[in-house]
């Protein structure tokens, strides 16, 4: 029975795209069945991979229908793209049902999940069974991280990442209060992944971390090693 992952955060702009291609091929890698799915109709993850969506049948029409429309985008992992994100409260049970399906196809579902509240987020909040959380290292991000914790779903929270880092005293500060926050909650917090000019060229060219022979990219492959491995276990 394969298992779902979130990558959430209710804000843009902290890298949840990135996050969810380099952790969905790398568990492809691996030699494990992956499906990507994202929640936004930009279908940024897809971009990321090389690819291009261009309008059509996505997840609402595999939901209403169950005909495949996945998208073959590496070796062991295939991509949803959605055509849009408006779903009615009509169609819970079968994105319950369509999900459902989805594990017993794949060892890993990993959702790159829109920072908007509406029917399908939520519906597959209800049944992902853990969710990983990029953050930047700020004041407004760190005390997010804390608020959704708090809430329901935050008991599924298993990974913390925090992203696009940069080498300032005040970056450094607010990781060792993370640090100091999640200590007893049971959530890892992963080693941080540092804005990299690596990571840019390789989205221009469709490419994931795993792509790329340069030893510049070593320590971004490690920490990704490192998220890969928790879901593992």
């Known amino acids: 029975m394969g298992k779902i992952i979130t990558i959430k955060n209710n804000k843009g702009g902290v890298g949840k795209s990135t996050l969810s291609k380099n952790i969905a091929h790398g568990l492809a890698l691996l030699e494990n069945k992956v499906a990507l799915i994202t929640t936004d109709s930009q279908n940024d993850s897809l971009i990321l991979l090389g690819g291009w969506f261009e309008g059509g ?3 609402k029409y595999h939901i209403q229908t169950g005909n495949d429309v996945s998208i073959k985008v590496r070796e062991n992992l295939d991509y949803i793209p959605v055509e849009t994100d408006i779903f009615g409260n009509n169609l ?5 049902k369509a999900f459902e399906i989805f594990r017993e196809k794949y060892d890993y579902i990993i959702v790159d999940s829109a920072p908007v509240f509406n029917v399908l987020n939520e519906t597959i ?3 992902t069974d853990e969710i990983i959380v990029p953050t930047k290292l700020d004041k407004l991000s760190v005390a997010g991280i804390m608020r959704l914790i708090n809430k329901i779903e935050g008991e599924k929270i298993s990974v913390v990442v925090p992203n696009l880092v940069r080498n300032t005293k005040l970056n450094k500060m607010y990781n060792e209060e993370l640090e100091e926050l999640l ?3 049971g959530v890892l917090l992963s080693a941080p992944i540092h804005e990299s000019v690596i ?8 490419k994931t971390i795993f792509e790329t022979a340069s030893k510049k990219a070593e320590k971004m492959q490690e920490v990704y090693g490192e998220i890969i491995g928790s879901i593992l276990k």
């Open 57 to 59: 049948k996505g997840l």
């Open 199 to 206: 990571e840019e060229t390789l989205s221009e060219k469709g």
């Open 92 to 96: 819970k049970k079968k994105i319950v």
């Open 183 to 185: 200590g007893e909650t």
């Open 125 to 127: 909040l209800t049944i």
